[in-house]
């Protein structure tokens, strides 16, 4: 049973536009919903995290928007740049039950210049 | 943040071999974990690493083909047993810090990519 849906699986934007990448879920005990940046031959590297008490979190040109009712949530890449070409994983966990993460099935964003 | 090394970045082992993987963190961690990326794919939870006990591990997941150790609060091992082509993943280690930081967020080691042939 696959608990976290992401989309799109991949994704082609020109610089400086914007990247939307979304996920659903369906475990209403998840508590904690990170995102996380990888490249090829690294290991994934947190990017941003939201906890459901709170609609949007902004870091710099990375925005997670929270949908409770919805069990959606998406990451935003504003002014996007050819850097961020990378695959991006979004998660989620429950506190409680030892902070286990479950992954999307991942986007590949590439950011032409 | 945590930094994490593991250890062999990369193998290639034939078939029917064991293969142990080593994840070091540079400081005391309440929680380790372990995840498998096959190529091109997402991450799977294998286990949890306790410091202490034994490990706990995910549905589809053994400890026959899959035992780790984690004899401190600062290491772990993965060991890949009796291996089949099927086993050719990027495995990593994740690691969920403890006081002060204490928050949900785990940090990934660099993996290790392992090809059985």
């Known amino acids: 049973q696959q608990q976290v849906k992401q989309s799109p699986q991949s994704l082609i934007v020109q610089k400086g536009g914007i990247s939307i990448i979304n996920c659903a879920y369906e475990n209403t005990a998840f508590d904690y919903f990170p995102w996380y940046q990888q490249f090829p031959g690294k290991g994934p590297a947190l990017l941003i995290a939201?906890?459901?008490?709170?609609s949007e979190k902004k870091e710099g040109r990375f925005t997670i928007s929270f949908n409770k009712s919805a069990k959606q949530f998406s990451l935003h890449i504003m002014d996007s740049q050819p850097g961020d070409s990378a695959t991006y994983f979004c998660a989620a966990s429950i506190e409680t039950s030892g902070s286990r993460l479950t992954f999307g099935e991942g986007t590949q964003l590439t950011v032409n210049p | 943040s945590a930094v994490i090394s593991q250890k062999p970045s990369r193998d290639i082992c034939q078939r029917g071999t064991s293969l142990t993987i080593q994840c070091q963190v540079d400081s005391q961690v309440t929680m380790m974990f372990w995840y498998r990326q096959q190529p091109g794919q997402s991450l799977t939870l294998i286990a949890t690493a306790n410091q202490g006990s034994e490990a706990t591990y995910e549905s589809g997941f053994v400890i026959d083909k899959f035992p780790i150790s984690r004899p401190n609060l600062t290491f772990s091992t993965l060991t890949v047993s009796n291996m089949s082509p099927e086993d050719s993943s990027i495995y990593l280690c994740?690691?969920?810090?403890?006081?002060?930081?204490?928050?949900?967020?785990?940090?990934f080691g660099p993996g290790t990519r392992l090809t059985v042939l």
């Open positions: 994740s690691v969920r810090p403890g006081r002060p930081l204490l928050t949900d967020t785990q940090y």
């Open positions: 939201i906890r459901p008490d709170v």
